[in-house]
């Protein structure tokens, strides 16, 4: 008999599939954020583009949610965002955390309760554990400052961040301390002093860390025996006694930098640098060029002497520009950051945020 014919090759295993990135399921024309895409944005030149535009409409409702209606940038962020969401006729649902990070959960159930198509968080108190509820609603996020997944398991990012990308603020920061501190006390420091607010996570260690790096790659030695970080809160009153508890514990330390997470945190170390009369020794920066910093810089020089800004006034379009751009499914880069620019007695006026 004819010999049967032999088997047909085994088909090839196909190739797994790679993971796909996390999307909202009750929104699908919503895309994911671009994993790893930093976009820097001229928020200047976006503004300018937009005069005399028509305003598209939407049948939108933003969730915003904030950090304390009586934090001086809070109440300039939430009003830039009621005024930017009524061009486009979105309506606006708020809600406030009041720096106490439990009330998360409640405030963010409450946004899916009331069907929000999006939430703009400008509390910076948030992690993942929120973003799984905001998945589990089918509600895309937009936090400020702080990406809530920065810790994210197996490298999947599930929120949009926007503002003053963490390591570019602490680089161009330390970039010009570094040559501050060459000019004014020959390259030495006797210590640094790190201001900070722990309970905002990875994104602010970044912020600080980047800064100290910076320096050092710019020739200013740092070892870590002359860092010290403290957890101010980016509170005022907490950051003075800080900075004044470290003056007295250090009364011959002639070369001194603080450097404060924030314009109020700088305020603070700057009152107890006065108040102790050690303004000979220490120079002090900060993040954010808020109206407190602004105003420092444009008064009388003392040694609070740089700030670095990433156009804080124009983050209300930024957001809601943003947003809109999520909402109508363009492709966005999962952080997207103004310019950053650093704030001095020489450049103040030149400051446009």
């Not at 934090?71 to 809600?95: F, L, P």
């Not at 089918?138 to 400020?144: N, S, W």
Request: glycine share 8%.
């Amino acid at each position: 008999e004819p010999a049967a014919p032999a088997a047909e090759p085994a088909a090839p295993a196909p190739e797994p599939a790679p993971a796909e990135e996390v999307f909202i399921a009750s929104k699908p024309f919503i895309k994911p954020p671009i994993q790893d895409l930093i976009e820097e944005v001229d928020v200047l030149a976006g503004i300018a583009a937009e005069e005399g535009m028509e305003y598209p409409q939407y049948d939108w409702t933003f969730g915003i949610h904030s950090y304390d209606p009586g934090y001086e940038n809070s109440k300039i962020y939430m009003d830039a965002m009621r005024e930017e969401c009524a061009k486009y006729g979105i309506k606006t649902v708020e809600s406030f955390a009041n720096m106490d990070v439990s009330k998360y959960p409640t405030n963010y159930q409450q946004f899916a309760i009331q069907e929000v198509d999006l939430i703009i968080d400008a509390a910076w108190l948030g992690n993942s554990s929120i973003m799984d509820i905001a998945m589990e609603a089918g509600i895309p996020v937009v936090p400020f400052d702080v990406n809530f997944d920065a810790d994210r398991e197996e490298g999947i990012v599930r929120c949009w961040t926007m503002g003053g990308d963490p390591a570019v603020a602490g680089r161009t920061v330390g970039e010009h301390m570094a040559q501050v501190v060459k000019d004014t006390w020959g390259g030495t420091v006797d210590a640094l002093v790190i201001s900070w607010t722990q309970a905002m996570g990875e994104p602010m260690r970044i912020r600080m860390q980047s800064a100290i790096d910076a320096m050092i790659a710019n020739g200013i030695d740092l070892p870590d025996d002359k860092v010290f970080w403290y957890d101010g809160g980016g509170e005022t009153l907490k950051s003075r006694n800080l900075a004044a508890d470290f003056l007295t514990a250090h009364p011959d330390d002639t070369k001194i930098l603080m450097g404060a997470n924030t314009g109020n945190v700088a305020q603070g170390m700057l009152a107890a640098v006065q108040t102790a009369g050690r303004e000979d020794d220490v120079m002090i920066y900060s993040y954010g060029a808020e109206q407190v910093a602004l105003d420092n810089f444009l008064g009388e020089p003392n040694c609070w002497v740089a700030d670095v800004g990433y156009y804080v006034k124009q983050y209300g379009w930024l957001a809601v520009n943003m947003a809109v751009r999520i909402m109508n499914g363009e492709e966005v880069g999962y952080w997207v950051t103004p310019e950053n620019f650093v704030v001095t007695y020489d450049t103040v006026r030149d400051y446009q945020g």
